[in-house]
């Protein structure tokens, strides 16, 4: 059964470090979605790629966080510089193409906390 | 601001019984609904989603949507301790965007 696929699974860092996060989507996903989901609380969107394009980055707070999908394919969410704030799981989720009947489906989750 | 509202419980039955978890949705253009199941540590797990007004059953879960009442809920028969966990009601708005509530956590006595 196809899966989607992150790293690491679990971080540790100190605040003002940087930090990445990977995922490989299901293969053939078009759309390709990135959530943090801080304990206690649903997960919300940070940014959606279609292909190699941004959709949506409307909730990524720019300042520190980037994300890129260079190929269209796999992923990378960056942090820099990490703040205590940032202590949450990240969440990498995809679907064959966006649209509303479209079930996305989680990776396990990267758990970050910074100290 | 489009949200999506759930009980966060924490709403605690016996093993056997029906556990019943109910969502409420603002954006009058959400199509597609989505439940999630979320253990301790781990990564959300889609279990049920229903596009259309009714009842949609799948095994011991039953989805049912009002569109009218703006509202979605999730019930679970024959409650097993291993149903514990957090119940995450998710909602695809007028966007495509996809919008979840706090969740609820169930907890299931044996």
């Known amino acids: 059964e196809a899966e989607v696929a992150q790293s690491p699974r679990y971080k540790i860092t100190e605040k003002s470090q940087a930090v990445a996060f990977w995922c490989d989507p299901i293969?053939?996903?078009?759309?390709l979605y990135w959530y943090r989901q801080i304990l206690g609380q649903g997960p919300e969107l940070l940014v959606q790629f279609q292909d190699e394009s941004v959709v949506d980055d409307s909730q990524l707070p720019k300042d520190r966080f980037s994300a890129e999908r260079l190929k269209g394919v796999d992923s990378t969410l960056k942090i820099q510089p990490a703040e205590l704030g940032d202590s949450a799981m990240y969440l990498c989720?995809?679907?064959?193409?966006?649209?509303?009947?479209?079930?996305?489906?989680f990776g396990p989750g990267t758990r970050l906390t910074v100290t | 601001q489009k949200e999506v509202e759930q009980n966060s419980g924490p709403l605690s039955v016996p093993e056997g019984a029906i556990a019943s978890l109910n969502c409420t949705y603002s954006d009058r253009g959400s199509q597609s609904f989505f439940w999630y199941r979320q253990y301790s540590g781990k990564s959300p797990e889609l279990i049920m989603f229903?596009?259309?007004?009714g009842d949609k059953e799948d095994g011991r879960f039953t989805a049912q949507l009002n569109k009218a009442s703006q509202y979605v809920s999730l019930l679970i028969r024959d409650s097993q301790p291993s149903d514990s966990a957090t119940y995450l009601c998710a909602v695809t708005g007028s966007n495509y965007k996809l919008t979840f509530g706090k969740g609820t956590l169930l907890t299931v006595n044996p």
């Open positions: 229903i596009y259309s007004n």
């Open positions: 293969s053939g996903h078009a759309t």
């Open positions: 989720a995809s679907t064959p193409s966006a649209g509303h009947s479209y079930e996305q489906y």
